[in-house]
């Protein structure tokens, strides 16, 4: 079974910190997600990588910056949390089929790490 | 106007009952569709893709409509476990792109 872990479920922060939210996968997978949901707006993709070392911006990029260093793990950080950024955060992976057009696989979530700012 | 636009629900309806639920998606360059599931407090996880000749899965059955740009699921005999939100997501490149669900509440 596909297993992607976040490292927190629930975290509390204040305005102006540095956070860091870790996704780690087991399977092996090329392709990472970083989305964020929020009521009424659905999940809005923040980032997303390619593979190690590579990294894209999604729909909302502003205000976070992502870290690839190794194939597991992908790393969402907000330089300076802001109370608008209080939401859920799930990551997600994916597996890489084929060379070139579509990939159509799966993504496989995390359990989602609940972030409050204050 | 939304890329993915679902009625939020809720849809409250007894045990037993057929329940179907419309997506309406507003790129015509869109290639891949897909219902997934998300329970209360948890990460969402597909349900099914959804295929241009349609598709069942038992008791859930998904039908795209490309010219009409939308895409149906069908819950037949529901049971109380189906109550969950359901996402229909479109994808015409490696990203996918999310309704905001529509919230199932199935009752004895």
């Known amino acids: 079974d596909v297993k992607v872990t976040q490292s927190s479920r629930y975290l509390v922060k204040r305005t102006g910190e540095k956070v860091f939210l870790e996704c780690v996968q087991d399977?092996?997978?090329?392709?990472m997600f970083w989305y964020r949901q929020d009521p009424g707006l659905g999940l809005r993709l923040i980032y997303f990588?390619?593979?190690?070392?590579?990294?894209e911006k999604g729909d909302i990029p502003e205000g976070y910056s992502v870290s690839r260093e190794k194939k597991e793990r992908f790393s969402l950080i907000l330089e300076s949390a802001s109370t608008n950024q209080t939401s859920m955060y799930l990551c997600?992976?994916?597996?890489?089929?084929?060379?070139?057009?579509?990939?159509?696989?799966?993504?496989?979530f995390g359990p989602g790490t609940r972030l409050t700012v204050l | 106007r939304k890329e993915v636009e679902q009625d939020p629900g809720p849809f409250n309806v007894p045990e037993g009952a057929t329940v179907a639920f419309n997506c309406t998606y507003s790129?015509?360059?869109?290639?891949?569709f897909f219902w997934y599931r998300q329970d209360c407090r948890k990460e969402p996880k597909l349900l099914m893709s959804?295929?241009?000749s349609g598709n069942e899965d038992g008791r859930f059955t998904a039908q795209l409509n490309r010219a009409s740009q939308y895409i149906s699921l069908l819950i037949r005999d529901s049971k109380l476990s189906d109550s969950a939100t359901y996402l229909c997501?479109?994808?015409?490149?490696?990203?996918?792109?999310f309704g905001t669900g529509t919230r199932l509440q199935v009752f004895p």
């Open positions: 997600a992976s994916r597996k890489l089929l084929g060379t070139g057009g579509f990939s159509y696989n799966e993504q496989f």
């Open positions: 990588s390619y593979d190690v070392k590579m990294k």
């Open positions: 959804v295929y241009s």
């Open positions: 399977m092996d997978h090329e392709n």
């Open positions: 997501v479109v994808s015409n490149t490696d990203k996918l792109i």
């Open positions: 790129n015509s360059a869109s290639q891949s």
